[in-house]
């Protein structure tokens, strides 16, 4: 979180407190507001995200230019009007390798290994992007057709 417009996000902070998702006790830094609502916010989150064991993820707070750094590099939405954005990090994404896994589903059924792949595609669509073999395929038809 970048604290330039700490003073325009101080009466946010002040209202994520009061209406109670955020509890000023998970908040033990006594340093600014921004510090003490990322405090605050990534205990919250910690209480609600599921141990997982094949997925890493994580999550950023992010002020608006932050996102807007992030959002521009890649020519995606530019309109960005809230003053905070929560973002959710892949730091080892190119862990998620089927090798091994590959032949036993095969052996199981010709078609399975096909089926798992669109599941996992949709899925994806509906909730947290993954950059799957169809999707370098895509990109590289599109940049190359």
Not at 130 to 140: G, V
Request: aromatic share 12%; charged share 20%; hydrophobic share 45%.
């Amino acid at each position: 979180l970048r604290h330039t417009d700490e003073g325009d996000l101080t009466g946010l902070i002040r209202a994520h407190f009061e209406a109670g998702p955020l509890s000023p006790r998970d908040a033990r830094s006594s340093g600014n507001a921004g510090d003490m609502f990322a405090e605050a916010m990534f205990a919250w989150l910690r209480r609600r995200t599921p141990t997982c064991k094949r997925l890493l993820f994580g999550f950023a707070l992010l002020d608006q230019a932050a996102a807007r750094d992030q959002v521009e590099q890649f020519g995606w939405e530019t309109d960005l009007s809230a003053p905070l954005y929560l973002a959710i990090e892949l730091p080892h994404e190119q862990i998620f390798e089927i090798g091994a896994r590959m032949h036993p589903l095969q052996r199981a059924h010709p078609g399975l290994l096909c089926s798992v792949m669109a599941l996992i595609n949709e899925a994806s669509c509906n909730s947290l992007f993954l950059r799957t073999p169809s999707y370098f395929l895509e990109m590289f038809a599109r940049w190359w057709w």
